[in-house]
């Protein structure tokens, strides 16, 4: 693809016709977060009522085939954003998104002077999506994989995760890094109850991607337990709470000993989607595998 032929421009109402043709293809839009178009009157209220604060329509002779977005943050967030983009189908592989986001990026910090990162968050199993981002010189700061299953967000910088040590990790009742030769791998940590709920307590863990697979949670866990009951004699039943589609996690409780105990059904939000959960647990009379 020659580059000069790829422009960015904002959207106009005779885009329509070229937004739908590719905005109603849900192999797009299954990774975006509008739905899928079906008619030129819904192509024509994405083009008018759209809330984003910035966004191009990415041409190729004057045609539109996708888009750039950018999400500016507020407040204390000022100085970052988010970017995103999609593109048609019929145009993947030829090299034009990451065009596109170098051309973007300059407009952006230009027109929002306050910015001084531009950040994109991209599923974990999205390789194309990643090999956009670093081409266009982005790097690569926190993993989703392990995020997307536990309560806190992806990290996004060095500032963030010594935030997050001074913040969670220190002031935390009961929480040990993974390390393996003394590096931090993941943690894992226990919330003992209190009052009447004293006599259990929670348990959760998280490995770093590269290191899955290994049985390394497994180890963990079972060096974690007779350090738990040592510490807090009270307690006499671990339990863990594991997202059913989690299998890996469940693979970890049930080699170290904990019981499935059943399935708790729309037990709780989890980054806005109502999920359903499983109870495990292990008491301090049961021995660890």
Same mark, same amino acid.
């Given at each position: 693809?020659?580059? /000069?032929?790829?422009?960015?421009?904002?959207?106009?109402?005779?885009?329509?016709?070229? =937004?739908?043709?590719?905005?109603?293809?849900?192999? %797009?839009?299954?990774?975006?977060? *509008?739905?899928?178009?079906?008619?030129? $009157?819904?192509?024509?209220?994405? %083009?008018?009522?759209?809330?984003?604060?910035?966004?191009? /329509?990415?041409?190729?002779?004057?045609?539109?085939?996708?888009?750039?977005?950018?999400?500016?943050? /507020?407040?204390?967030?000022?100085?970052?954003?988010?970017?995103?983009?999609?593109?048609?189908?019929?145009?993947?592989?030829?090299?034009?998104?990451? =065009?596109?986001?170098?051309?973007?990026?300059?407009?952006?910090?230009?027109?929002?002077? $306050?910015?001084?990162?531009?950040?994109?968050?991209?599923?974990?199993?999205?390789?194309?999506?990643?090999?956009?981002?670093?081409?266009?010189?982005?790097?690569?700061?926190?993993?989703?994989?392990?995020?997307?299953?536990?309560?806190?967000?992806?990290?996004?910088?060095?500032?963030?995760?010594?935030?997050?040590?001074?913040?969670?990790?220190?002031?935390?009742?009961?929480?040990?890094? %993974?390390?393996?030769?003394?590096?931090?791998?993941? *943690?894992?940590?226990?919330?003992?109850?209190?009052?009447?709920?004293?006599?259990?307590?929670?348990?959760?863990?998280?490995?770093? *991607?590269?290191?899955?697979?290994?049985?390394?949670?497994?180890?963990?866990?079972?060096?974690? %337990?007779?350090?738990?009951?040592?510490?807090?004699?009270?307690?006499?039943?671990?339990?863990?709470?594991?997202?059913?589609?989690?299998?890996?996690?469940?693979?970890?409780?049930?080699?170290?000993?904990?019981?499935?105990?059943?399935?708790?059904?729309?037990?709780?939000?989890?980054?806005?989607?109502?999920?359903?959960?499983?109870?495990?647990?292990?008491?301090?009379? $049961?021995?660890?595998?």
């Amino acid at each position: 693809m020659d580059s /000069s032929r790829i422009t960015l421009r904002p959207y106009k109402s005779t885009d329509a016709d070229d =937004v739908l043709s590719w905005a109603s293809d849900d192999r %797009i839009t299954r990774s975006t977060h *509008f739905s899928t178009l079906t008619s030129k $009157e819904d192509a024509l209220n994405f %083009i008018d009522k759209s809330s984003i604060p910035w966004r191009r /329509s990415i041409c190729i002779d004057d045609r539109s085939i996708g888009m750039v977005v950018a999400r500016p943050g /507020s407040g204390d967030d000022r100085c970052r954003a988010e970017i995103g983009y999609v593109l048609g189908v019929e145009y993947w592989g030829q090299g034009i998104t990451p =065009v596109a986001v170098k051309m973007a990026i300059p407009l952006i910090l230009d027109e929002f002077p $306050e910015i001084v990162r531009l950040q994109a968050l991209s599923n974990a199993e999205h390789k194309a999506s990643h090999r956009v981002l670093e081409k266009a010189g982005f790097i690569k700061d926190g993993d989703d994989r392990v995020t997307q299953t536990i309560r806190w967000n992806t990290l996004t910088s060095k500032e963030e995760a010594l935030t997050f040590i001074k913040d969670v990790c220190i002031p935390h009742p009961w929480r040990r890094s %993974i390390c393996i030769d003394d590096r931090s791998i993941g *943690f894992v940590s226990v919330f003992p109850g209190s009052g009447d709920d004293r006599s259990r307590s929670d348990v959760g863990y998280a490995v770093a *991607f590269e290191y899955w697979g290994q049985g390394i949670g497994t180890e963990v866990l079972k060096m974690t %337990i007779p350090q738990v009951y040592s510490e807090f004699p009270e307690v006499i039943r671990l339990q863990a709470l594991v997202d059913v589609e989690n299998k890996a996690s469940q693979r970890v409780l049930e080699k170290v000993g904990f019981i499935k105990e059943g399935k708790l059904r729309k037990y709780g939000y989890h980054k806005g989607k109502l999920v359903d959960l499983f109870m495990y647990s292990l008491l301090s009379t $049961e021995s660890i595998y």
